[in-house]
């Protein structure tokens, strides 16, 4: 036998449910999946067995991208980590600077003034939409919708557009401070913002009515990938994968935080928990956010963006240029970071997949002690093989697409 049987050999001893007498029968196949197969949205492999194109057992794993963000949370400086949030979930990096904030906010009991907070739900509803369709527009091309993922590239792009104009970046945004925002947004900003949803929700209904009744769309994921609510709640799922089998859960509602208990809207809910409903669901919640951004556009006053507190309060540039304590505060503020007190604090938020949380413990000082972060992504991908389990080979690209598995937010 040689090396490479020896191996595999090994492998399956260790990964895969197999059965001696069938191991090397010529009706089953062993095959990789990735970690580079461009059908599994990052680097992630699944080795599965199969049976023709019958997936009767795989193991999937991750840890390709060695990123390592919970370690890099406790070396470097509050200030510093903002930066690296962006590389969780980086379809909706807004809404993980927004969490990762508010959490050393809780910690330090600093209390922002209004404008920033209606900013940062704006923000985090932009990203929302993003998120939903990248994943809703990846998943058709995946099984051969091509069309359906320009509709929503273009609105997508208009969207990055708006976050450009926040803080010019349009991926990977750093767009929050803790006590505040890097900059107000300018003039006329909402109004944009209220325009580019009004019309996003014309386009989501094109594309309604594109994919949802077409024939061989319906095929492709009514009944595939099945994850009922029980093992919804057994895996920790939330999110859309969540509600898309009856989970009715949504932290904007049941745990309301910034404003969100000022405005409206529904959380949609679907029953079979297939990648057909997974994918209504997270149609129908474009809608919602559009909804929330409109009425934040009307809602949203002038008034400042940061918080009073000198403990977090960046000096204007003005003080920095022309006073020599200012220069000294901007100097220490850079260099060696702000004192948290001791304490711990979890903030979670509403994901673009679910929850997302940022656990902090300090014992005092500019770093974290210990710092754990909660991405949905990690969660989701455990329950990929009992997912495809029995499924066809076919199937399985439905399956990952549909969970929306990001892998910036897995890696530890």
């Known amino acids: 036998m040689d090396h490479f049987q020896q191996s595999l050999n090994k492998t399956m001893d260790l990964r895969i449910e197999k059965d001696p007498d069938d191991l090397w029968d010529d009706s089953k196949v062993i095959i990789n999946i990735g970690p580079t197969h461009p059908a599994m949205h990052g680097a992630f492999r699944c080795m599965a067995k199969l049976n023709g194109e019958v997936i009767e057992s795989s193991y999937s794993e991750f840890g390709y991208t060695h990123r390592a963000k919970e370690k890099l949370g406790e070396n ?13 979930n980086y379809c909706s990096a807004l809404i993980n600077n927004v969490g990762y904030s508010m959490a050393v906010e809780k910690l330090m009991g600093v209390e922002l003034p209004t404008r920033c907070v209606w900013i940062r739900m704006m923000a985090s509803e932009i990203a929302r939409v993003a998120d939903h369709l990248i994943c809703i527009g990846i998943s058709a091309v995946d099984l051969g919708a091509f069309s359906f993922f320009l509709y929503g590239f273009h609105q997508r792009e208009e969207a990055y557009t708006l976050i450009e104009k926040l803080c010019g970046a349009r991926l990977t945004t750093s767009y929050t401070r803790v006590g505040g925002l890097m900059h107000d947004a300018p003039d006329g900003w909402e109004k944009e913002v209220k325009a580019w949803a009004i019309k996003t929700r014309s386009v989501i209904d094109e594309m309604d009515k594109l994919l949802t009744d077409n024939k061989i769309w319906r095929i492709r994921t009514e009944g595939v990938a099945t994850f009922n609510k029980e093992q919804c709640l057994a895996y920790s799922y939330t999110g859309p994968s969540a509600r898309a089998a009856g989970v009715n859960i949504d932290l904007r509602r049941d745990q309301p935080y910034m404003y969100y208990r000022n405005v409206e809207f529904d959380v949609p809910t679907a029953q079979n928990g297939d990648s057909f409903d997974r994918y209504i669901v997270r149609i129908e919640e474009i809608k919602q956010s559009l909804n929330i951004l409109i009425q934040c556009a009307e809602k949203i006053q002038k008034g400042p963006i940061w918080s009073e507190d000198k403990r977090v309060r960046i000096p204007d540039k003005d003080v920095v240029y022309n006073t020599m304590e200012g220069m000294i505060h901007h100097f220490k503020f850079f260099m060696t970071g702000f004192d948290v007190p001791q304490g711990e604090a979890y903030t979670q938020v ?40 029995g499924k066809l080979i076919g199937d399985l690209v439905a399956a990952l697409g549909s969970i929306n598995v990001i892998a910036g937010e897995m890696d530890r």
């Open 76 to 88: 470097r400086t509050y200030h510093q980590f903002v930066v690296y949030t962006d590389r969780l």
């Open 350 to 389: 509403e994901g673009g997949n679910g929850e997302m949380g940022f656990y902090i413990v300090s014992k005092g000082g500019p770093r974290a002690h210990r710092m754990r972060i909660r991405g949905p992504s990690f969660w989701h991908y455990q329950g990929f093989d009992p997912m495809i389990k």
